[in-house]
């Protein structure tokens, strides 16, 4: 699957985020990547600018 955009990631992770609980970073990349069903290549992979894609 291709990388989501900013917009795409938005709403599910919106979702996840509506139970008003506190999420750490690690649970909400490993739920919007489960989501995604993004690899650990996708999910660690940077644009050219070195800007990290996922989260």
Do not use: D
């Amino acid at each position: 699957m291709a990388i989501p955009t900013y917009e795409e990631i938005m709403l599910p992770l919106l979702k996840i985020l509506s139970n008003g609980g506190i999420h750490k970073y690690k649970e909400l990349e490993e739920k919007l990547k489960n989501v995604f069903n993004l690899t650990e290549e996708e999910v660690n992979s940077r644009r050219e600018s070195g800007i990290k894609i996922f989260l």
